[in-house]
């Protein structure tokens, strides 16, 4: 982290290779965020690039308030807006009426993943995951991809935080809905 | 799958598969791509207060005091005198120069008009 530091510090000087070091450690993650939302390897590249210039021309009003890399991904998700100009609405609409809390899973508890044909499910889920909505996969990605937290991706999206809880709320939902159709499925095969 | 998942175990294979999410493998590298587009960008110069900010201030807040002080001090026969002088000014700029104003209007905007016309040929030479 302290590398980091000096890294974005030379870039805010205008070290050129400096900032080349922060976007060969920051452009995998950028990218993955950018493909979650846009579904599509060419734009989610193009919003990578896009991202790191308008970073380069704002650095300099980088205070170091926040993490570089959720900085990084405010710029990235601004530009998922304009490609997507219904995401920002649909986050908005999520309301924040389901739940206030949201109990987090011990995975290490009992994990029937383990027992119950866990690489099929997992991958089934994984497909599942892929076909939600936009702004469902936008809130996904942010929190177990890039281990946001829920304050953190509230504060970024500039959303209430119960907005974030139930649209993560919401896609964990869908997401059950899609294992239940999976389970009788696999009932009938069997 | 012969018995169904429990709402917990539910719970547990859901959190499971998110945080499993497999991340994506980037295609290709941007970094000598954001290089190349950020040699035209000029480098980012941070905001910063200088001496000649500091001196430039001084400056206006000196004149504006002594403007103040000045207006504030005058005896009131000048201040009388400037009141009539200016008002005569005034008369004189609405009967004689009253061609001044609309055109002094239409320069400017004709001004700033043509202060577009080098962004506009850039835009339509792209």
Redesign the interface.
């Known amino acids: 982290m302290d590398n980091e530091q000096s890294f974005i510090q030379r870039a805010?000087?205008?070290d050129?290779d400096a900032?080349?070091a922060l976007?060969?450690e920051h452009?995998?993650?950028i990218?993955?965020l950018a493909?979650r939302v846009l579904k599509d390897?060419d734009e989610a590249?193009d919003l990578?690039?896009e991202t790191?210039?308008r970073a380069?021309?704002?650095?300099?009003n980088f205070r170091g308030q926040s993490q570089f890399r959720t900085w990084l991904y405010r710029i990235v998700t601004n530009l998922c807006y304009n490609r997507l100009p219904n995401l920002r609405r649909s986050l908005a609409d999520l309301g924040d009426d389901v739940i206030a809390e949201i109990p987090e899973?011990?995975?290490t508890?009992?994990?029937?993943?383990r027992g119950?044909?866990?690489r099929e499910?997992?991958s089934h889920?994984?497909t599942a995951?892929e076909n939600l909505d936009e702004n469902y996969r936008l809130l996904?990605s942010l929190?177990?991809?890039n281990e946001l937290s829920y304050e953190e991706i509230a504060n970024m999206l500039n959303l209430p935080l119960g907005t974030v809880k139930t649209g993560l709320f919401r896609a964990?939902e869908q997401?059950?809905h899609a294992?239940?159709t999976y389970?009788e499925a696999?009932?009938i095969i069997? | 799958?012969?018995n169904?998942?429990t709402p917990d175990?539910?719970?547990?294979?859901?959190?499971?598969?998110?945080?499993?999410?497999?991340?994506?493998?980037?295609?290709?590298?941007?970094?000598s791509?954001?290089?190349a587009?950020?040699?035209t960008?000029p480098?980012?110069?941070?905001?910063r207060l200088t001496w000649n900010d500091f001196v430039l201030a001084f400056i206006f807040s000196v004149c504006f005091g002594a403007m103040w002080f000045s207006i504030n001090h005058l005896p009131p026969l000048v201040v009388a005198q400037i009141r009539k002088e200016s008002i005569l000014l005034y008369q004189h700029l609405l009967v004689n120069i009253r061609w001044l104003i609309p055109t002094l209007s239409f320069g400017l905007a004709a001004f700033l008009s043509a202060l577009t016309i080098p962004y506009l040929r850039r835009e339509l030479l792209k």
């Open positions: 805010q000087k205008g050129h900032f080349a976007v060969d452009q995998r993650y990218y993955n493909l390897e590249l990578t690039q790191f210039v380069w021309a704002a650095l300099p899973t011990d995975l508890f009992d994990n029937p993943a119950f044909e866990s499910l997992r889920l994984h995951i996904i929190r177990y991809q964990k997401l059950r294992l239940e389970q696999s009932w069997h | 799958m012969d169904p998942l175990q539910q719970n547990v294979v859901i959190e499971d598969a998110l945080y499993t999410y497999p991340m994506a493998p980037m295609p290709r590298t941007v970094t791509g954001v290089m587009r950020i040699q960008i480098a980012p110069r941070p905001f």
